[in-house]
């Protein structure tokens, strides 16, 4: 928007302190007089104005007329150009008239007033105002201007100063849906006539695809001016809308989306932040509060910021409101995991940084029912390490793999869930130094040494796993999801089993394929859930020759829901809240946003 093309409620505020009290009255009124201290007559002082020329003006001349009654000593000119800090005064003459010329004034709103002056009295006539516009009016911002809109969000093309109404076209723009089709619509002009607003005469069911296009060549704003009025975008509407206000800030990635179950089951966010290069990014977490995203405290303390923060890992409790966040930190090419718990005002440190003899470690985090946390991660000798916390320091439980002492092969991609007081740790790694497929390991923790559970898992006879992801609801009920390739590593599928029996007597049952065997440029790993009812949701984001997808799929007695999309874009999170109802984090870098269900 260019300067003084807004009418500005300040204008007579000014006016009021360069004039005085009375000229505030005048101001709020209109024209009242003031008494002829000095006119033995008893005759009163009326000042009023008069103007011939258009509001909005950009050529020709602009007359302000001053008519007094009264005999004043001097009648003054008061103009207050928008931007100035302070009004001029200027004398006037009979007959009181002042001209503008509008092809060469300064451009912007231009306020008048008149005051006349009797010894120490005065009186202000009410004011005029005029806008000098030579500016064609061009295309501003289009909006929704993020991702995710509601549906209720219409489509809109913003202009750079107010249109003249009458000016428009019959259909001054073209709404069409993806497949090129036309989408009846009504276009309304916003009361200050900068934005034109495209209203579907039907309600939109996503995913919807629209493009806007803005038909109407030359645009005419209220001073007459005529702008070329060239404009497209499109608008891309997914059955998840964002949550609150878009995060899209280039600084933001690696983040971590928990969902709190006690008292209010709101959703929480953590995540690394920079300002700018060169600045050492540093870690955040934001609360939903029901209306917009609160921002907890820091979790490091100020003196602790120097080393960029990785791999943010936040956790909740099932029971009780425990929050913990866990991260790691790089120095002389070993990787050192923090960990910190929210006491309800504050974070708290969990012991000292736990040593990983590794660089950037994968490591994962869960809590038990109480909130105490657990860690699993690589030790880089091809082993994994499992660490808990016992209120006053970190306790090492070993390696899972002592479970199974004939499959001492290398263990990656590492998960872990503490269902009671029985621990469960999954990885993918090699049943033998000969096999160059990797299988799905599952081990538990109980009574002081690591237990194996069951078989190998693999969904084909050729595929091999990665990116595993464990859950569950009670010790005797375990699901456990993960990533299957094919020999060509161009083909991707998932898969899910669950645990079968008690846990001494039980075993797996047989991987159900959730997504089926497909040439994918990118499959992401299982993002596993489990409902109030015990029953697993999975959501993963997959590529192929177009754009990313974001999907789900539940699972119910009766068997697997089919897929469910939650947005043509990145799939980063997926949670469930207290009342079983989904969240997700998604978008690029740069765009995190915060969605759910519309």
């Known amino acids: 928007m260019k300067p003084g093309l807004t009418r500005c409620t300040w204008v007579p505020l000014l006016l009021c302190t360069a004039l005085g009290s009375l000229a505030c009255d005048s101001l709020k009124s ?11 007559s008893g005759g009163q002082l009326l000042v009023t104005l008069s103007t011939e020329g258009p509001e909005f003006c950009r050529e020709g001349q602009w007359t302000l007329s001053v008519h007094v009654e009264g005999n004043p000593d001097k009648v003054e000119l008061v103009t207050q150009a928008e931007g100035d800090p302070e009004p001029s005064v200027s004398d006037l003459t009979p007959p009181y008239r002042h001209a503008v010329d509008c092809a060469t004034h300064a451009q912007g709103l231009v306020t008048f007033a008149a ?50 109404a009458g000016s428009l076209e019959v259909s001054p723009t073209v709404l069409r849906d993806d497949r090129g089709f036309s989408v009846a619509h009504q276009v309304v002009l916003s009361e200050d006539g900068k934005v034109l607003r495209l209203v579907p005469a039907s309600p939109l069911r996503p995913p919807a695809i629209l493009h806007v296009d803005l038909s109407q060549v030359k645009l005419k704003d209220r001073a007459g001016n005529q702008g070329v009025g060239v404009h497209s975008h499109r608008i891309r509407y997914w059955p998840f809308s964002r949550v609150g206000d878009l995060w899209h800030n280039p600084s933001h990635y690696l983040h971590s989306l928990a969902t709190e179950q006690f008292p ?16 050492v990014p540093q870690l955040g977490v934001n609360r939903w509060n029901g209306t917009a995203w609160e921002p907890l405290p820091a979790p490091r303390e100020p003196h602790a910021r120097a080393v960029a ?13 425990a929050l913990v966040l866990a991260w790691s930190e790089t120095q002389d090419s070993t990787s050192w995991i923090h960990v910190v718990k ?15 003899r590794d660089t950037h470690p994968r490591f994962q985090l869960a809590l038990d029912w109480w909130g105490r946390p657990f860690l699993v991660y690589p030790d880089g000798a091809g082993g994994l390490r499992v660490m808990r916390w016992s209120d006053t320091a970190w306790e090492p439980l070993g390696d899972p793999r002592g479970a199974i002492p004939e499959l001492q092969t290398y263990a990656g991609h590492p998960a872990i869930t503490v269902e009671g007081g029985t621990v469960f740790v999954a990885w993918s790694g090699f049943p033998s130094r000969e096999d160059d497929a990797q299988h799905v390991f599952v081990t538990r923790y109980a009574n002081g040494r690591w237990h194996r559970m069951g078989r190998l898992l693999r969904g084909t006879e050729q595929g091999s796993t990665w990116d595993l992801a464990i859950k569950g609801e009670g010790e005797d009920d375990v699901v456990v999801a993960w990533r299957e390739s094919a020999p060509d590593r161009a083909t991707g599928m998932l898969f899910v089993s669950r645990w079968n029996g008690d846990l001494s007597l039980g075993d797996w049952g047989t991987p159900e394929r959730i997504q089926a065997a497909t040439e994918l440029l990118y499959l992401g790993p299982p993002l596993l859930e489990l409902d109030a009812d015990g029953e697993p949701w999975v959501a993963w ?17 009766t068997g697997w829901e089919p897929e469910q999309f939650i947005a043509g874009e990145m799939l980063s999170g997926f949670r469930l809240d207290a009342k079983g109802l989904p969240w997700a984090s998604a978008g690029y870098p740069g765009d995190l946003t915060i969605i759910r269900p519309q």
């Open 30 to 40: 209109e024209p009242t007089s003031s008494p002829k201290t000095d006119d033995t």
């Open 115 to 164: 005051r006349a002056v009797l010894g120490e009295q005065s009186v202000t006539s009410r004011s005029a105002t005029v806008v000098v516009d030579r500016t064609p009016p061009v295309v501003g911002l289009s909006r929704p201007d993020g991702s995710f809109p509601h549906v209720h969000e219409a489509p809109e093309i913003g202009i750079s100063e107010p249109l003249l």
């Open 264 to 279: 209010e089951g709101r959703p929480v966010l953590a995540f690394v932040t920079t300002e700018s290069f060169g600045v």
């Open 309 to 321: 923060p990785e791999l943010p890992r936040l956790a909740t409790s099932r029971l009780g409101s």
């Open 342 to 356: 929210h006491d309800g005002m504050s974070w708290v440190r969990l012991g000292a940084p736990l040593d990983t």
């Open 541 to 557: 984001q997959r590529r192929g020759s177009g754009d990313a997808e974001g999907v789900y799929r539940r699972r119910r007695a």
